[in-house]
């Protein structure tokens, strides 16, 4: 099968670089998956799950904060402020982080900016499927 | 003139401050390393980042909230500085740059206790300020930074915001800036090209606009950081040779000391003896 360059990048570092065959990716309206020579596109995502599968056939996941996705000829880069694979995910952190933004939530004090709960919520709720936990 | 003892004690004060000076330079130049390390990973995502808006400003009809200039009135100077001291004059450029360029009615977010302490004392108004950012430096930091200016700039509490800082330009050099973070100046577009925009180019721009706006955050408190280090270690070198010379410069008082006590000793037994001659 054709494989093209996938890139994944995030302002502390350089999450992945390699060869794959094809992958899928949150996108704002729903996940997409790209092959070789897809047409150049540039994708807004969201907070969810990039599943790739690298040219010897492995199968990988990581979470994302939402970011974006840009193809074109010379390859694919996926841009996220933050990515982690399934396998680096802190799950004690993520759980705390969940029951936090929960709580805040439950709560609704006056000074809770519920936009900004939920997102964490969401992030949260993301890293621990993706860490195959819950 | 010191005694002999006095001065055995001023080199072994001074010889303990020169083994501090130069740990300190050591921990700077490893920590300078990393930070330069650091700068290096962000760079990829700093050139696609910069496609994307390349890209999208090639749309011309787009537009943003953050992108849109009006008159202004008060502008809000984000100064990066270092918590601690003893890094030479790195703090002082950062701030005397900002300074220099203020008008009565602008507000300071400070970053670092040097520089709060430096607006503080001068009566500017101080907006917000932000401790120990640099001592474990993460990307959160930076989003935290930048939703306040943000915030501050959408509600219409300043103009303008500006971001001064000391970029690293080398070990021996560092330069203080202030750029532009908001509004976002506008940028020149390349030809997009047949391109598919998913979902909508306003989509995308809604998304990388805040994005764009923290990773400028992030790039000048990378740079900053690996400025600060680079300043300290070179003050700390500067501060062990120059110890180095104040203990060579002592114990050659040291020596003349001895010599002239001995010479004086001397002189006792041979008079001594030759009254006992006579």
Redesign the interface.
């Known amino acids: 099968m054709a494989t093209f360059q996938l890139d994944i990048v995030t302002p502390e570092k350089t999450v992945y670089s390699g060869e794959i065959e094809h992958f899928q990716a949150p996108g704002v309206d729903g996940s997409f998956g790209v092959l070789a020579r897809h047409q150049p596109l540039l994708a807004a995502l969201g907070i969810g799950r990039v599943g790739f599968r690298e040219a010897d056939g492995t199968e990988r996941t990581l979470a994302i904060s939402g970011g974006f996705a840009n193809v074109s000829g010379d390859g694919a880069t996926i841009l996220a402020e933050a990515a982690e694979f399934g396998d680096e995910i802190d799950i004690e952190r993520a759980r705390a982080a969940r029951d936090r933004a929960q709580e805040r939530l439950d709560k609704r004090t006056p000074d809770v900016d519920v936009e900004r709960a939920q997102a964490a919520l969401g992030r949260a709720f993301m890293r621990l499927r993706v860490s195959g936990v819950e | 003139m010191a005694t002999l003892r006095q001065l055995r004690t001023r080199v072994a004060s001074i010889t303990n401050i020169q083994s501090v000076t130069n740990a300190m330079q050591l921990v700077a130049a490893a920590r300078m390393r990393r930070a330069q390390e650091?700068i290096a990973?962000?760079r990829?995502?700093a050139q696609?980042?910069d496609?994307?808006l390349q890209?999208?400003s090639s749309m011309e009809s787009l537009s943003h909230p953050l992108m849109i200039e009006r008159a202004v009135d008060r502008t809000a100077l984000i100064v990066l500085t270092s918590d601690r001291g003893l890094c030479g004059s790195f703090n002082t450029n950062s701030c005397r740059h900002a300074f220099n360029d203020m008008s009565p009615d602008d507000g300071i977010l400070a970053v670092g206790r040097k520089g709060r302490s430096f607006f503080r004392n001068r009566n500017c108004e101080i907006l917000n300020d932000y401790e120990d950012v640099f001592r474990d430096l993460?990307?959160a930091s930076?989003?935290t930074i930048a939703e306040d200016a943000v915030n501050r700039f959408l509600s219409g509490d300043v103009d303008r915001v500006m971001l001064i800082y000391n970029t690293f330009v080398s070990v021996a050099q560092q330069q203080p800036v202030s750029e532009q973070l908001l509004p976002i100046a506008p940028r020149e577009g390349e030809a997009a090209?047949?391109?598919?925009?998913?979902?909508s180019p306003e989509?995308?721009l809604?998304?990388?606009v805040p994005?764009h706006v923290?990773?400028q955050v992030?790039r000048a408190l990378l740079e900053s950081n690996a400025g600060e280090q680079a300043a300290r270690m070179r003050a700390m070198d500067n501060a062990t040779k120059n110890a180095g010379d104040v203990i060579e410069e002592l114990t050659r008082e040291m020596n003349k000391e001895r010599q002239s006590s001995i010479t004086l000793e001397l002189m006792d037994i041979i008079g001594g003896a030759e009254a006992v001659a006579q």
């Open positions: 650091a990973a962000a990829p995502y696609q980042l496609r994307v890209r999208l993460s990307f930076a989003i090209g047949v391109y598919l925009f998913e979902p989509v995308l809604e998304t990388l994005r923290n990773f992030w």
